[in-house]
């Protein structure tokens, strides 16, 4: 290893790192030995900036949940109908999941095994929740079908949103990320809105 790799190593590249070995290998399937060979420093090196691979991956977690909990922040998530605020949301998580592509592939693979994967699902959850409830007062509006029970179309639309983390790849030809979020909303709302 030469000192120029030592130079450009910060701790934002080695969570960077560490995500993309978390995403092949799996957390509970990397080592610190594979960070530290996939970062090109010593494993002292990591231990100088993180106590070890859970402070890594609470890290990674974090990024992720905080850029979607910063959407239900967003003015268009607060105020106005709740339909628009529902739209709103949706295109904003389509747009956070590919610009932090990574970090939210990782959260959606926790399974609970630790202490910071039972957190991350927690606050999941939370979100999860949050984004339910907009569906809800959507529905007892009338703006939204109401003959698709509540919980069930916001697992199916999670679920059409969450999959994208297994195909959407930015530096292969084809939609855009604008464009997936744009399509995500047309079907989506298609689907869910009266005529």
């Not at 960077?16 to 010593?42: C, K, P, W």
């Not at 709740?82 to 949706?90: D, F, K």
């Not at 202490?115 to 703006?143: N, P, Y």
């Amino acid at each position: 290893m030469t000192t120029a790799r030592r130079d450009t190593y910060t701790p934002e590249t080695l969570l960077s790192v560490a995500v993309q070995v978390f995403n092949e290998r799996g957390y509970d399937g990397t080592s610190m030995e594979h960070l530290s060979r996939a970062a090109g420093i010593s494993k002292s090196s990591i231990y100088h900036h993180v106590s070890g691979k859970e402070e890594l991956l609470r890290r990674a977690v974090s990024r992720a949940l905080d850029g979607l909990f910063a959407i239900l922040e967003e003015e268009p998530a607060r105020v106005g109908r709740p339909v628009g605020r529902l739209e709103h949301v949706v295109r904003r998580m389509v747009e956070v999941l590919i610009a932090e592509l990574p970090y939210v592939t990782l959260l959606l693979r926790v399974r609970g095994n630790t202490e910071t994967e039972r957190w991350a699902l927690e606050r999941r959850r939370d979100f999860d929740h949050r984004v339910a409830e907009l569906l809800k007062a959507a529905a007892a509006d009338g703006d939204v079908r109401g003959d698709v029970e509540v919980r069930l179309a916001t697992r199916l639309v999670f679920g059409m949103i969450n999959s994208i983390v297994e195909w959407y790849r930015p530096d292969v030809r084809g939609a855009s990320g604008p464009e997936v979020a744009d399509a995500v909303v047309r079907l989506v709302f298609a689907g869910l809105r009266r005529a």
